[in-house]
């Protein structure tokens, strides 16, 4: 990959205001370089000044910072100590210069906002925990989550966790079938519910496929419901939300003290393979690395103001909660589709609550730039700091959010980790350059390195993300499966944790994601990630989305297929855009990379959170099983993918 040129460079301020900077200070140094270096190889020392930098809560303070006696794979973090996560999210509701101020605005796509400050947040938490405990939930069982964005999903997330229970997300377009994969191998003996939502204007009803699936789920005792205005729940193991906030007893619950290796969440994230895998997170490890985050790769202050749209389904859901309350922010929650009535939807948000901190799928960015005209009609002019995350981005697209919404002065901060991992393992900091598309640092006590094959560092070349030590943030394991754990990290070079992930590490210190190990091209021997594909192809004007996938091929190895989605007014005929795409291909990689085949199709399968699923793409072209699509949010992009693949 050539040298991009950087969109955004940092000024002074940022040497000297950003929590990064801070952060170097109370370390005493001065170059960041340094602080990456303490990071991991002072381990101990970083994360104490890094803890005391967040303002982490603890009932007992630690005496060390890791037990490896169970090797390197089972790390069990700050020995010695107590904590409650939630504490810190409760601590603001306590100081007298941040009870009063707003913690959580939930705005729903009909324009209700609810807002409460942290003062109430702190009550409302303590109150539904104790009315938890009182209706017989108790400390390490597992409650589903199945509830769409907003104050209750927060509430009940944090409750759920002050309480020393296990809090089993859920998406909230999730089947019959996902549903009982997950409660069933949790063995969830309660679970919150949302009885339905609105989309698009459109109620969707999730109490009757929770209901359905309920059937199989002899382990779920009781669901509490959280109904719309009006409804009534006749089953006698139901309860309600609101009820049983209201229920429980006159003295609030204190937070239950945890060991920081005992589990908060499990969290279920699909495999290309086999059932779902329920990934661990404790006290300990996921908040404190999300805080470290917010802190150093968000600059997150008090105050501030955190809007980033997620399904609490998923994991970005619990760390956006916790990037934005964790640090005395306010979360601004906004529950809807991100382009309803219109794609003035997220600046008028944006404008609406003065949002400062603002993140985005590279999807919906994409969206946003081809109806620029409206998707702008909103004042930014408050946004301070940009994220994207989710998937890779095309430095185009990245450079047009820095430009617009970003008004060209502030920067866009690129982030990847994983449901495994917590926060990243690569981003960036306002204190370097910043390339469009890429991240200009590991994130600080990470042991980030690009290895081929055999393990070894590579620079200038395509090899697989690896981390080589422990580190705050990665799963305690997978729920009762150890086994499946190290076979999915620690097995393909013993010692390594192996994330799954193509990266390319720049000879200038920059990074750049290539897409997953398991969407690798290799045409004619020659290895390709299919986000370098992508990225070229995203440089035509007549493209909105792209996705590239490897088809078995006898004479190549592989042959490279691209499906691609045109701009609404497209004049172009399917063949020729096709034959432009070629082209366009041939001239930026080379003869060898040039697709064999370029379709053109309405949608790419998709996860909620706008994630393009080529595992999905490549199943249904190919007429090959089509694995677990639980994730997938419009299963009818599938018949037309089959239909130019040739499958029925």
């Known amino acids: 990959m050539n040298a991009i040129a950087n969109t955004w460079e940092p000024n002074p301020d940022d040497w000297q205001e950003s929590g990064v900077a801070r952060l170097m200070k109370s370390l005493g140094v001065q170059r960041y370089d340094e602080l990456l270096a303490i990071s991991t190889q002072e381990c101990e020392r970083y994360w104490k000044v890094v803890l005391q930098e967040c303002e982490i809560v603890w009932d007992e303070a630690p005496h060390g910072y890791l037990d490896d006696s169970r090797g390197k794979e089972f790390p069990r973090w700050f020995p010695g100590g107590k904590l409650n996560w939630v504490n810190t999210v409760l601590a603001w509701g306590e100081r007298p210069e941040t009870r009063d101020q707003r913690a959580v605005v939930a705005e729903r796509e009909d324009g209700h906002v609810t807002t409460v400050s942290y003062a109430e947040l702190s009550a409302q938490v303590r109150k539904l925990a104790s009315s938890l405990n009182a209706l017989g939930i108790v400390r390490g069982d597992r409650v589903g989550l199945l509830i769409e964005n907003g104050l209750e999903a927060t509430v009940s997330l944090l409750a759920i966790a002050a309480m020393g229970a296990i809090a089993v997300p859920l998406f909230s377009g999730f089947g019959v079938d996902a549903i009982v994969a997950r409660l069933s191998a949790a063995q969830a003996g309660w679970t919150i519910a949302s009885t339905g939502f609105s989309r698009r204007n459109k109620r969707i009803n999730v ?37 049983v906030m209201a229920s429980g007893p006159a003295q609030p619950m204190v937070p239950v003290s945890m060991d920081p290796n005992d589990p908060f969440m499990v969290i279920y994230t699909s495999g290309t393979t086999g059932k779902p895998k329920g990934v661990v997170h404790t006290h300990g490890s996921f908040p404190l690395k999300i805080a470290h985050d917010s ?6 202050h008090r105050g501030d103001v955190f809007c980033w749209p997620a399904d609490m389904g998923w994991i970005a859901g619990t760390l956006v909660l916790s990037s934005a309350l964790l640090r005395g922010a306010t979360l601004v929650c906004y529950d809807g589709a991100p382009d309803y009535p219109d794609w003035s939807r997220m600046s008028s948000l944006i404008e609406r609550h003065r949002v400062t901190h603002y993140g985005s799928a590279p999807t919906l960015i994409r969206g946003l730039a081809s109806n620029e005209a409206l998707a702008l009609k909103g004042d930014v002019s408050t946004v301070r700091l940009l994220i994207t995350a989710g998937e890779g981005i095309d430095p185009e697209h990245f450079a047009w959010f820095q430009r617009t919404f970003g008004r060209g002065t502030q920067p866009v901060i690129n982030y990847t980790g994983g449901t495994e991992v917590s926060g990243a393992l690569l981003s960036s900091v306002v204190m370097r350059a910043i390339p469009p598309g890429g991240f200009n640092t590991p994130s600080p006590g990470v042991a980030i390195d690009v290895v081929d094959p055999q393990g070894k560092p590579i620079t200038g070349l395509v090899g697989e993300l690896a981390v080589r030590e422990p580190f705050v943030g990665m799963t305690s394991s997978f729920w009762q499966d150890d086994e499946r754990y190290l076979e999915s990290y620690w097995r393909t070079i013993p010692g390594i ?3 799954g992930d193509l990266a390319l590490r720049r000879r200038d210190g920059n990074f750049f994601m290539m ?26 004007p007549e493209i909105v989305e792209a996705a590239a996938i490897g088809v078995d091929d006898a004479q190549k190895g592989q042959k490279l297929v691209v499906f691609v989605v045109g701009v609404s007014d497209l004049t172009q005929s399917a063949t020729d855009l096709a034959d432009h795409v070629m082209q ?5 990689l080379g003869r060898p990379f040039r697709p064999s085949a370029v379709h053109m199709v309405s949608q790419l399968p998709k996860t909620r959170s706008s994630k393009i699923m080529r595992r999905v793409i490549r199943s249904a072209y190919c007429g090959l099983p089509p694995g677990d699509l639980s994730s997938l949010d419009n299963p009818s992009s599938i018949k037309e993918i089959r239909s130019v693949g040739g499958q029925t």
Not at 584 to 588: I, L, T
């Open 207 to 243: 109490q009757a496929t929770l209901r359905e699936a309920w059937e199989q789920l002899p382990a779920l005792k009781h669901v509490i419901w959280k109904c719309e205005e009006g409804e009534t729940l006749t089953d006698p193991r139901d309860r309600d939300w609101n009820q």
């Open 295 to 300: 802190l150093v790769h968000f600059d997150v």
């Open 497 to 499: 944790w192996m994330h």
């Open 515 to 540: 897409g997953r190990s398991d969407d690798t091209l290799k045409v004619a021997g020659k290895r390709l990630g299919p986000a370098e594909v992508e990225e070229v192809i995203l440089e035509l």
């Open 584 to 588: 366009h291909v041939d001239k930026r």
